[in-house]
Every structure is written in C-alpha cells, then in structure tokens.
C-alpha cells in the first residue's frame, strides 16, 4: 500500500492497481516510502467524481443526474444535500427524534461495512475503556466503537506498545501538513530551539504515522480506507516504529484514523524514539479529532511542547447536533479539550503549540459555522493559526461536491471577521 500525503490528505492505493486521485501518481513504486518530488503542489487535478466508485466500492447515490440529494423530512433537493445522510443542514440543526434516526441510520450502514459497532457498547458488566469520549463498556470477545481495542479476557487491550493497527512512512519536508505554515519545518519559527535553519528543512524528512481506527464515524471522511483494518489486519509494536525515526526525520506526526484510540502505542513510540535520538532535533505533532481523556491529552502536550512539535485539533463543525449528524459523536470533548489547550500556549508560543483545522463541507460545513468556531478561538487567543480545508467527494459523501471557491473565500473572510490574525486555505489547488 501506498500513500500520498500531499493532497488533502492520503489516497492510499494498491502497487500498480490504480492512480492516485490527482491521477498524477499510480502505485507503481512499491511499498510504503517516500513519493516523487514531481508530485507538485500547483498539479491540476481530475474531477473527483470520475473516482467515486472505486474510492468507496459503491455507487454513487441514486438521486442520479448530478448528484441531486434530497432530504428525507422537508424534501427539499440540493446538490448540496448528501443522499447517504438525506438530511438538510436545516432539519439536522432542529434536532427532532426523526432527523436522528435518519443519521443514526446512515452510521450504522457505514459501520456495518466494516464489522464496527454501530455505537459505543454499553455492556453492564463489560470491561470499560475510557481512552476517548466514547467510554466503551466492551462484552468479552467484541471490540469497541473504534474497533481496535477489545476484550478478550475480561480486560480491554488492542492499540498498546505492544501491538498496534498502524503504518508509517517518509514524507519529504517541506510538506503540506496542516501546520506546515507555521511550524519550523517550513520557516523561521522555533529557530534555533527546534530547527537549525530559518528556512524549510530540505533534505530532512517527516515521520508520518497513520493508526488504523478512529473514537468518530465521519460520513466525509477523506481517509475511510483505514477502516478496514481497524478489527483485524497488520499490527506493529511501538519499538517497531520507533525504530523508523531515522537520522533524517526531524519530526513525527501523529494522525489516522485517530491517534487517540492507540494512544499509548503512540506515546510509547514517540518517547523511545526521542530517546535514541536524545539531543537531536525530533518534533513530535499529533493530527487529531480531540475526542481523547484528558490524561492523553497532557501527555500528548508535554511532549509536543518540550520537542518543538504541536497539536493540530479538527474542530468540525459547532453545532453540535450537526457534528452529531455528520461525525456519529458529540464534539463536546473536542472543544473542552481546545479550549484547555489553549492555556499552554503561553508556556511556549514560538512554534505555536496549537493549531485549529475544519473541513469545510459543502451544504454543512458553511461561512455559519466557521464564523462561530472562529470566534471560539478568537476568545481563547487570536493568534491560534486556523486553516480551512477544502473537501473532496469521498466515502460516504462522494455525492456531495469539491469546495468551491467561493465557499472557501467567504469562510475565510468569516474567520477573520471573527477576530483570528492567522487564517488559511490549505489545499486550494483542489477547490472548484
Ligand atoms: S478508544 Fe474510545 S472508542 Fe475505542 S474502545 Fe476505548 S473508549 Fe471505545
Ligand atoms: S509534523 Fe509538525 S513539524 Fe513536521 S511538518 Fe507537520 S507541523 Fe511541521
Ligand atoms: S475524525 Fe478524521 S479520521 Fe476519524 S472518521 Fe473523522 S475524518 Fe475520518
Ligand atoms: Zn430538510
């Protein structure tokens, strides 16, 4: 398997089977490694929609034509309206037993597909994890909402120093990471504590580590192809990975899937390989739905701080019956755990230690609800760099349409507005 870091962020595709998204690469080179420089960022990209049945496995939706979706309560019809939910952002945000039903519904034949719970178990006399806000009681022999911890013996384990669904590869610096515009693998930021050079680190490399289950169930979910290996398939120890960390890597990111869920194979690995490499430069930066316990998050934070690297939190959406209906879980923890990270920042402000991202999804995610996530963090500290991201159509949403232009402008300009010094369009190339 092989996967591309510089889009939106990894197709992941078979040796010689099919082109990546952008159709510029194909898996030609053979195992997990690090791409070609010619993998520009200004390439033009293939209309997305010509991929849709192979990215998911399944059709596109059934409203036909140009992806026409209809809500299931107002009937309203929209391109902009995911058949897979068939829910308007309208009828999500009034909240009614029927609007959560049918979301609960479009979960559950995701998940299914998978062999994942269709939500977190509650077993009364189950084995409880309380590693992310799904709280997972888990019957002997199931696994919980994430897939990858389970209970086999009356106590839960999966995603440890010992074995966890991982993998990882090199990605050349500068690369197009989230914080890429603000961290020191791109620029003068944290020199000379944590690079060596006012410039990008050429030469160098990032450590990508991609763990294969995730504490949410995004219908957008622009790296669903984990998913498959979340209950079984190939698993590391965290001395395995350690050991990847090179004397060219000068940072490791952290991200999936979801980190949290494997959180103690990753802090494992991220403080062994800070130990060989004692007195050298080796950022560690985690990519993450901020669903973790808070113990997670201090360790994940010290870390982060004392190495130079940083957390990149994906606020989703603000609403939270919105959140619900598009990411199967409450985004309550997300933004408690925002917001008590964000009183670290002064502990050392040069890299920024955290940084904001949302995805912005046409139909749902929209200048509305940036406009209110920004002004969140504008009341915390201004100056959090946010960067908006474009969307794709994938997994369960290939129906819905690539950002356009004009959604990213107007997020932008809403993010401002709401007072944040440092905002940004990643990925602009693929906007429509
Ligand atoms: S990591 Fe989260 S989703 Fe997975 S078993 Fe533990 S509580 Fe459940
Ligand atoms: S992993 Fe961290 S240090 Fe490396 S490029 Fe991304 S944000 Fe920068
Ligand atoms: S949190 Fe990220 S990795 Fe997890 S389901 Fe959502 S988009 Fe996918
Ligand atoms: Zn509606």
């Given at each position: 398997m092989i996967i591309c870091r510089r889009q939106v962020r990894q197709c992941r595709v078979q040796p010689a089977v099919v082109p990546f998204l952008c159709g510029l690469l194909n898996g030609d080179s053979g195992g997990l490694g690090i791409l070609p420089e010619s993998h520009g960022r200004g390439a033009p990209v293939?209309?997305?929609?010509?991929?849709?049945?192979?990215?998911?496995?399944?059709?596109?939706?059934?409203?036909?034509?140009?992806?026409?979706?209809?809500c299931t309560i107002c009937h309203r019809q929209s391109p902009h309206i995911s058949q897979t939910l068939g829910l308007c952002t309208g009828c999500i945000l009034a909240d009614?037993?029927?609007?959560?039903?049918?979301?609960?519904?479009?979960?559950?034949?995701?998940r299914r597909r998978f062999h994942l719970p269709t939500d977190p178990?509650?077993?009364?006399?189950?084995?409880?994890?309380?590693?992310?806000?799904?709280a997972c009681k888990i019957n002997t022999g199931q696994v919980g909402y994430c897939g990858v911890r389970r209970n086999d013996d009356g106590q839960v384990s999966g995603g440890d120093a010992?074995?966890?669904?991982?993998?990882?590869?090199?990605?050349?610096?500068?690369?197009?990471?989230?914080?890429?515009?603000?961290?020191?693998?791109?620029?003068?930021?944290?020199h000379p504590d944590f690079t060596d050079t006012t410039g990008p680190e050429h030469r160098y490399a990032n450590l990508a580590v991609f763990y294969e289950?995730?504490?949410?169930?995004?219908?957008?979910?622009?790296?669903?192809?984990?998913?498959?290996?979340?209950?079984?398939?190939?698993?590391?120890?965290?001395?395995?990975?350690?050991?990847?960390?090179?004397?060219?890597?000068?940072?490791?990111?952290?991200?999936?899937?979801?980190?949290?869920?494997q959180i103690e194979h990753a802090l494992a690995a991220a403080r062994r390989a800070r130990q060989e490499r004692q007195g050298r430069i080796l950022r560690i930066c985690w990519e993450t739905n901020g669903s973790m316990s808070r113990s997670a998050l201090k360790q994940m934070g010290e870390l982060s701080l004392e190495s130079g690297g940083c957390i990149k939190l994906d606020l989703k959406a603000w609403n939270e019956p919105l959140h619900r209906a598009l990411c199967g879980v409450t985004n309550r923890r997300t933004f408690r755990n925002f917001e008590y990270l964000s009183g670290w920042i002064s502990?050392?402000?040069?890299?920024?230690?955290?940084?904001?991202?949302?995805?912005?999804?046409?139909?749902?995610?929209?200048?509305?609800?940036?406009?209110?996530?920004?002004?969140?963090?504008?009341?915390?500290?201004?100056?959090?760099?946010?960067?908006?991201?474009?969307?794709?159509?994938?997994?369960?949403?290939?129906?819905?349409?690539?950002?356009?232009?004009?959604?990213?402008?107007?997020?932008?300009?809403?993010?401002?507005?709401?007072?944040?010094?440092?905002?940004?369009?990643?990925?602009?190339?693929?906007?429509?």
């Open positions: 293939l209309p997305w929609r010509r991929m849709a049945t192979w990215r998911t496995g399944t059709q596109p939706n059934a409203a036909g034509g140009d992806d026409m979706g209809e009614t037993p029927q609007a959560h039903a049918q979301a609960a519904g479009a979960h559950a034949r995701a178990p509650d077993a009364r006399e189950g084995a409880g994890c309380r590693q992310c806000i799904n010992q074995a966890a669904a991982v993998q990882w590869y090199h990605d050349p610096l500068p690369t197009n990471c989230v914080a890429d515009w603000v961290c020191p693998a791109s620029g003068p930021a944290g289950a995730c504490s949410f169930d995004c219908l957008f979910c622009q790296n669903w192809h984990f998913k498959q290996h979340s209950v079984a398939g190939p698993r590391h120890s965290a001395a395995e990975l350690a050991a990847a960390a090179d004397s060219s890597t000068r940072c490791i990111c952290f991200f999936g899937g979801d980190p949290s869920c502990r050392r402000p040069d890299p920024p230690l955290l940084i904001a991202s949302t995805l912005l999804v046409p139909g749902y995610v929209e200048a509305e609800q940036v406009s209110r996530i920004a002004r969140f963090i504008a009341r915390l500290d201004p100056s959090i760099p946010y960067a908006l991201l474009g969307f794709h159509p994938a997994f369960e949403m290939c129906d819905l349409p690539t950002t356009s232009r004009q959604h990213a402008v107007e997020c932008l300009e809403a993010a401002r507005a709401a007072g944040l010094h440092r905002v940004r369009i990643g990925n602009v190339h693929l906007l429509a």
